[in-house]
C-alpha cells in the first residue's frame, strides 16, 4: 500500500526497543499523547550526522539528502542533473547515464544509477565522518570535517555543479578512467575534461593552477585563503559553455527558498524558486538553475531563456541563467462529497449495499489494535459510506456512522492500549504505535499515514465542527498536521514540509533515505490524499495558511504525477521503458512494481487508490485514462505466461471502474460488477454512488474555474454541465465560477446547479 524498504541495520544508527518502563503521558485537549514510548516499543531513530548548528533543529527526514542524516556511509545522493556521495575518501561527483534493465516481469526498469564517479578531495588533511550542515529548500551543504579541518560540499536541485570549500591546502581529483582535457579558451582556472564520454569543468580560483599527476590524477593549486573550487557536468564540451559556466561557477550557493501563492479568484497558484548566491570572486553574475519538466512545460516565462538540457531521470533538465523563476498552475478544485443520485435503474442496488455496508461497518472499519496506517484507513473509508448515506436521504443512517467513526478515532486520540501517538520532542516527529511499514525504525510514510487521519477528522468536523476545537480533539489533529506539514524552517518542534520535496514537486515516502536509487515514492495518490486532508482541515477552523499550503501541496503533486508517473504530454519516459505508466518513483530510477506484489493490477492500482471525489486530477488526459486501463489485459497476460495468477482475478475491480469512469462514465458503470473485489479503502456503497454520479453529471471540466476553494464542474457529451460547490465557512457564500455561472451556498452545505 505504501513505500517501505527493509531495515539495513549495518547502515543505521541503530533504534533499539525502549527501555523505558512508564511512558510518559500528556494531556492535550480531551486527547493524549506520550513523551516515551510505552515499555517494548522501538523509539525514533536519532539523526545525529548533523553538524552542532543544524542539531537544534528537528531533523530532516523524507528527504532526497536524509540518507547522509541518518548513515554513516550515506548512499549517492540523486542531486539531477548530478549524483554525488561523499565517503572516506572525498566527494564522489558524476552525471550518470541511463541504463535499461530487463525484468522477470518481461519489462524494463530505468536507472541512471550513480555509477564511475569523479572523487574531489583536500590534499592537506583526510576527510572526516560526512554530516549535514545546511538545508535550504532545494539545496544542502555537506560537511566532512575532522578536527579543526573540513570540506563542505553545497549541492542543489538542478544545479550542475558542486560547489566545494575546503579549510587548508590543495585539491586532488581522481577520475574513473583516463581522462582528455579539452579547451577552456585560455582561462586557467579552468580544468575541461573529457571522462568516460562525458564533459566536466574544475573551476579553480585566480591564481591557481592544475598539474596533471597522472592520467587518471590531477591537483589544483589553491592560493591561500582562496580553498574554493567548483565542479560541473557539462552539457558539451564547447568552448563557449565553458565559458558560459565559467560565469556562474563562483555563484556559491548560500540558500535556496520556495514560496507559494494562491490565488482564490483565479484558482492558480503561482510558486516562486529563489536562490541566493555569494561570489567567491569577480562580480556576482548569479546561479545556472536546471528547471525539470514541470517547471518549464507551457512555461511562457521562462521557455525563451533556456539553455543547454540535459538527460536525466526527470526527462529533459534545462538551463536557466537566473537566481530565480515562477511557475504557475491553475488549482482544479475538488468537494468533499458528491450531491445524491436521481432514482434509476441501479437505485435499487445502491439502497442493498447501503444497508450491507452499513450492517458491516464496525468490521469494515478495520480490527482494532492494527496499525496507524490501516486504522486511518479505516475512518476514511466509513466516512465515506457515510457521505453516501447521507446524500441519499438517510440522516438517521448518517448518524449511526459518525458516531462509530468518532468513537474509534477517539479511542486512539486517547492514547489507551497499545494503540497511541508518541511526540519525540528530540528529534521532531511523532510516532504511532502498533508500527507497521517502518514508520517507527525507518520514520516511512508519515505523509499517507497522517493523511489519512487528518482527512477523517476533518471529514467529521463537517458535520460536527466542537468535536474538532482545539480543547476536544482538535489538537491531536494539529499534531499530525504539524508533523507533515509544517512551514516554519528551522524549527526545533518539527522540520520543514517533512515529506514534500519543493524543487521536484512531489512527495518522498522513505523517512532515512536508504536504498542505492535514493528516495522514493510508491502511492503518489496517498500523498494527494494528504493534501486533500490539510485543505479540508484548514477550510473547517478557517485557516487560510493551511488551506493555502494544502490547495500549493495538492496542485503541485498533482502536476508532478502527470508528468513524473503519468507522463501524460509524453516527454519524460525514456523509450525503452515498456509500461505506460511508472509505479515506483526514485531519485534513479522508475519501475512497474510495487514493494510487496508483482500482480499487475495492484501495480497500477496503488497509484490511484483511494479514488475519491478529491481525484479528478485523475483524469486530467482522458485518453491515458483509457490507455491505461486498456493496458491491463497484457500485462496480466505476461503474468500469466509467468506462471502466476491474480488472486481474486477482479482485484481492485471497483478502482479501475471508477478510474475508467473518470474518462467514460457508461464504461466504468458497465464494468463495475456489485458482486466482485473491492479494495480495502473503499465499499461497494461508495464505488456505486461514484459511478452513478459521473453517469448523472459527466466527466471532470478543467476549463472551468471557481473563485472558491471547494468546488468541481463535470460537463456531458452534449454540452450539459454540473456546478458544484462546498461551503465550509459560518457565513452564506457566493461562487462566481469562470465562465460566468454563480451559485450562492448555504454555510454548512454541498450546492449544485446545471
Known sequence: MTARIKPLIAFLIAAPLALAAFAQPVKLGAGTYFATPKSGDRLIPK?????????????????????????????????????????????EFVYPTKEVVPTERRDTVIQYPHRKPLLISPVAFEVGQSKIAKVGDWSVDISMARGADDMVATVAHGSPFAQVQISRGDVRLRLPSAGERFDTGGDARVLALRVGGKAYALFG??????????????TGRLPAGKGYVAIAALPDDKTETVAQFSRHAYAFIQGTRVDWAYDAARSQVQTTFSASTKSMEGPDNGPLLGLYPHHWFNNASVQPRLGAAYDTIRGQ?????????????????????????AEGPRSADLRDVMKADQRNARRMMLEEGKGPYWQGKGLQRILKVMDVVEQQGDLEGRDRLLALVKGRAEQWLKGEGNTYFHLDKDQGTVASYPEEFFTVEQLNDHHFTYGYWIRAAAEIALRDPAWAAKEQWGGMIDLLVADIATTQRGSPEFPFLRNFDPYEGHSWASGIGMGEMGNNQESSSEAINAWVGLILWGEVHGNKALRDLGVYLYTTEANAINQYWFDIHRIVLAPEYKNIEVSMLFGGQYAHNTWWIDDPRQIKGINLLPITTASNYLATDPEFVRRNVASLKPEIAIFEARGKRVNPPDIWQDLFAKYLGLADPAAGLASWNRWGSFELGDTRSHALHYLLSLQEM????????????????????????????????????????????TLSVAPGKLARAR
Open 205 to 218: 580560483p585566480t591564481g591557481g593552477s592544475w598539474e596533471q599527476v597522472s592520467p587518471t590524477e590531477w
Open 47 to 91: 539523526a545525529a550526522l548533523r553538524t552542532d548548528a543544524l542539531l537544534p533543529t528537528a531533523a530532516q527526514s523524507a528527504q532526497w539528502y536524509s540518507t547522509v542524516l541518518y548513515n554513516p556511509k550515506p548512499e549517492a545522493l540523486f542531486v539531477q542533473p548530478i549524483t554525488v556521495r561523499p565517503t572516506a575518501q572525498g566527494l
Open 317 to 341: 533538465i534545462k538551463l536557466l541563467a537566473a537566481s530565480q523563476f515562477t511557475t504557475t498552475a491553475t488549482y482544479q478544485g475538488f468537494v468533499p462529497y458528491w450531491p445524491g443520485v
Open 698 to 741: 459527466g466527466t471532470p471540466d478543467f476549463s472551468v474555474t471557481a473563485n472558491t476553494v471547494l468546488y468541481s464542474v463535470f460537463k456531458q457529451a452534449d454540452g450539459r454541465k454540473t456546478y458544484l460547490a462546498y461551503n465550509a465557512g459560518k457565513a452564506p457564500l457566493d461562487v462566481t465560477f469562470s465562465d460566468g455561472k
